[in-house]
């Protein structure tokens, strides 16, 4: 919800641009944090999903640590201050260049996603003389009902290690001197919003515990991944049910004294506490349809082109005005998928009114692009002002 004053300062700024609410944001990870130690449970930032260095530094001073995709967000993590023992790193495809610098900074642990890749890890810790923390991500085989395009832990997905491939593995972790293994992680999928998903993932994760610890291995880290979702129809209700989220796991994963257990949130820390602020290019009334042509597109926001993903669309210039008129709500790059709603129901519309699109706090600016040499996206907070 904006006030009068925020849209007042919209109004004098160039669109578009991200504005972020670091309050909500700081509100949004206290409620998390507390709903977490209240069972001892350790919370890493996914840092994929948004990457602004404002954001990630109210997320590293209040702890968390950082949970990685790639070498350049290893990167970033250290070279803003998280603590080396609280990076994690995961990913299908880490390239030499990225194990060796993850390797160089002592990073708690390698999140390993293939047989291969804990051969090459051993072979690189070796030519260091060091030994790689490792966890295996484990493919589950658990539906997260969510959007296809963001399951990651079924048989078809390319991610994690399958369960007919576990002795395998043990037995490389055994054969390999440069390894130590801590533990096991899951991670799969996002927008998660039936909780009930996470009791079929508890499941697993005890079975698979149980199935290390028979082979004699000690598993210390349960990381359950992240995943949890946040509610789009709904951007002013603002922070998820972190309570609820960390209960179903303290009820059934089977926890033993000295096992640690990890999680990795990215959009539900993030998720809700940015909008893309853009302004009314032209207003088209076609025949069947008509049309609002903002200056911010796909390449600013992409997630409703990637994975026809919803967000509410406002016109604070109008805020008052009843909603009448029908519009699809388009962006000026030149694909027909640049379209960020489709007959939505606003007050009637006219250029240079201003525009939110809002909980673009995750997966938003992280993936802006220079397709059509498009500037650089600016980003503000309320501080800013
Ligand atoms: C993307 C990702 C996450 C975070 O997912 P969210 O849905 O943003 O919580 C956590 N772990 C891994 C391995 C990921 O790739």
């Known amino acids: 919800m904006f006030s009068d004053k ?11 641009f991200y504005y972020y609410d670091l309050e909500l944001l700081q509100n949004t990870i206290k409620t998390c944090t507390n709903a977490a130690n209240k069972y001892e449970f350790h919370v890493h930032y996914a840092m994929k999903a948004n990457f602004n260095d404002k954001v990630i530094n109210e997320i590293r001073q209040a702890g968390l640590g950082a949970d990685c995709v790639s070498g350049g967000e290893v990167r970033k993590a250290i070279e ?34 293939s047989l291969q890749e804990l051969e090459v890890i051993n072979e690189l810790a070796a030519q260091k003389q060091k030994t790689a923390k490792v966890a295996i991500r484990i493919n589950p085989n658990v539906d997260a009902h969510t959007h296809a395009n963001i399951t990651t832990g079924l048989d078809e997905n390319k991610f994690g290690i399958n369960s007919w491939d576990m002795l395998a593995c043990a037995e490389i972790l055994r054969k390999s001197a440069n390894l130590e293994f801590i533990g096991i992680h899951f991670h799969i999928g996002s927008q998660i919003t039936n909780l009930d998903v996470y ?22 880290v349960l990381n359950v991944g992240g995943g949890l979702g946040i509610d789009y129809h709904k951007p002013d209700q603002q922070i998820p049910d972190f309570e609820a989220y960390f209960k179903i796991f303290n009820d059934f994963l089977d926890v033993k004294p000295y096992q640690e257990v990890h ?66 709500i388009v962006g000026p790059i030149c694909e027909s998928t640049d379209c960020f709603g489709k007959e939505v129901l606003l007050p009637e519309t006219h250029r240079n009114d201003v525009f939110a699109i809002r909980s673009t706090g995750a997966y938003g600016e992280v993936m802006a692009s220079h397709y059509n040499l498009r500037e650089d996206i600016r980003s503000y907070t309320a501080q800013d002002f």
């Open 6 to 16: 925020d849209i007042a300062h919209f109004s004098n700024l160039e669109t578009p």
């Open 80 to 113: 803003s201050g998280f603590e080396n023992h609280k990076v994690v790193f995961a990913g299908v495809g880490k390239s030499d260049k990225e194990i060796n610098y993850a390797l160089d900074h002592n990073i708690f642990c390698f999140n390993v996603e």
């Open 263 to 328: 999680f990795e949130l990215g959009r539900a820390l993030v998720g809700q506490c940015a909008s893309l602020i853009s302004r009314v290019l032209y207003v088209k009334n076609g025949k069947k349809k008509n049309f609002v042509v903002l200056d911010a597109g796909m390449t600013e926001l992409m997630r409703p082109a990637l994975y026809q993903a919803y967000h509410q669309i406002e016109n604070l210039s109008k805020k008052q005005e009843p909603a009448t008129v029908k519009y699809d």
């Open 199 to 220: 009791k079929n993932l508890c499941v697993r994760v005890n079975e698979f515990a149980s199935w290390f610890e028979d082979k004699g291995f000690k598993v210390g």
